[in-house]
């Protein structure tokens, strides 16, 4: 089975932190991606990358930059923290873009 | 921008009963997405729906798409506890010549009661 592991399930910074989200994957994929899932909105789309040291923008990527440094890493920055980047994150990878995405159990950032 | 919704948000069901949740979405797409997730854990996939026609089952979940209605469904038959949980239909749009962008819905948040 497929393994995505992010490092912290809970997490509590404080405003104008920098923040890291990590997120590894054991299957080898090609494409990883991050999301914030909000109650009411869904998922949204804040970065992906189909290769290492590639990244794409998604719908959100706003205060936000990512890193794939490594195939089997990807790194989810929040450059300076703000309250309104409270939210559960969401990492997936997947083998390619036509199988579907694995996700992690997911990490609740709290700013305050 | 693809807008993806899902219909109804929160749904109550008898055991026993069957149902239908809905999601719309409003571009082009020939790929739908269906997962479910249950409180504090992570997204399951459950159906993936590549073509216009598809469809798909699983024990009591029966998923179809309709890409020219732009819609997919997906019906739950004879409903237990067991299915109390977040269903989201997620849209893959083609993007140059690849795909992998999801756009989810907001959501389905099921109950199954006695």
């Known amino acids: 089975d497929v393994k995505v592991t992010q490092s912290s399930r809970y997490l509590v910074k404080r405003t104008g932190e920098k923040v890291f989200l990590e997120c590894v994957q054991d299957m080898d994929h090609e494409n990883m991606f991050w999301y914030r899932q909000d109650p009411g909105l869904g998922l949204r789309l804040i970065y992906f990358s189909y290769d290492v040291k590639m990244k794409e923008k998604g719908d959100i990527p706003e205060g936000y930059s990512v890193s794939r440094e490594k195939k089997e890493r990807f790194s989810l920055i929040l450059e300076s923290a703000s309250t309104n980047q409270t939210s559960m994150y969401l990492c997936?990878?997947?083998?390619?873009?036509?199988?579907?995405?694995?996700f992690g159990d997911g990490t609740r950032l709290s700013i305050l | 921008e693809l807008k993806v919704e899902q219909n109804p948000l929160f749904l109550s069901m008898q055991e026993g009963k069957n149902y239908t949740i809905y999601c719309n979405y409003s571009t082009t797409s020939d790929r739908l997405y269906w997962y479910r997730q249950d409180p504090g854990k992570s997204l399951e996939s459950l159906f993936v729906l590549l073509s216009n026609g598809a469809v798909k089952q699983e024990g009591r979940l029966m998923a179809s798409l309709d890409t020219k209605a732009r819609l997919s469904t997906l019906h739950i038959t004879a409903a237990v506890h067991d299915l109390s949980a977040t269903y989201f239909c997620a849209v893959d749009k083609l993007l140059g010549t690849s795909y992998g962008k999801l756009t989810f819905g907001q959501g389905t948040i099921l109950t199954v009661h006695p």
């Open positions: 997936a990878s997947s083998l390619d873009f036509y199988q579907p995405q694995h």
